[in-house]
Every structure is written in structure tokens, then in C-alpha cells.
């Protein structure tokens, strides 16, 4: 089994700073890639950015420029510094991540449980 928890949301005024972590666990051989979703309450979940094991990045249109995504690849974690940060930006972000895991012949996907950004005066 795999577990991913996210931590560092939290409530930031706009124009403000936060930065987000989801550390992976469990009987890993390999995640790639590994990545941060969003969902506002009324709103489909989008994809805010992702990074490969190699370090090839992606990013929504709607946060490049603020938003930087990184991997520490021994720790099985990754980070999402956001800056600059708008009221558009509040929503719950959730880790995802595809597995290859010990003891399965395909790799899988799983969601964190995801973190509260909230930002606001």
C-alpha cells in the first residue's frame, strides 16, 4: 500500500506565499510522475503542475511564473512553492502520483487527501 500526505496549506492574504508538501510511503520501486491538483468548491479538479523523476515540469497556464514545483527524489517528496498568491488561487490542492510498486506488474495512481489553500484579506 501507498500513502501520500500533503501538508503546508493554510489561509495567506493575497499577494502572499505558501508552500506545499507531499511525502510518499509505502513498498515504492518507482513514481513518475508525481504532481499537485486543484478543486474549487463548484469546479472540476485541474492539474496545477507536475515533475517527472528526471525533473521535466509542467505547469498550468494559470500559475507559471508564480508557482514552482520541485522533488526530492530520496525522500519521495514534492514540494510546491506558490507565490504571488490570488483569491483565484484558493482551493484544495491534492497530491497524485503514478506508482510501481513491490510485488505488481503495473504501475497505479493514487490521491493524497488533500490541503486547504485559502487566500484572503
Known amino acids: 500500500q501507498v500513502q501520500l500526505v500533503e501538508s503546508g496549506g493554510g489561509l495567506v492574504q493575497p499577494g502572499g506565499s505558501l508552500r506545499l508538501s507531499c511525502a510518499a510511503s509505502?513498498?515504492?520501486?518507482?513514481?513518475?510522475?508525481m504532481g499537485w491538483y486543484r478543486q474549487a468548491p463548484g469546479k472540476q479538479r485541474e492539474l496545477v503542475a507536475r515533475i517527472t523523476s528526471g525533473g521535466r515540469t509542467n505547469y498550468a497556464d494559470s500559475v507559471k511564473g508564480r508557482f514552482t514545483i520541485s522533488r526530492d527524489n530520496a525522500k519521495n517528496t514534492i514540494y510546491l512553492q506558490m507565490n504571488s498568491l490570488k483569491p483565484e488561487d484558493t482551493a484544495v490542492y491534492y497530491c497524485n502520483a503514478d506508482f510501481l510498486l513491490v510485488g505488481y506488474l503495473r504501475w497505479v495512481n493514487y490521491w493524497g487527501q488533500g490541503t486547504q489553500v485559502t487566500v484572503a484579506s
Open positions: 509505502g513498498s515504492i520501486v518507482s513514481i513518475d510522475p
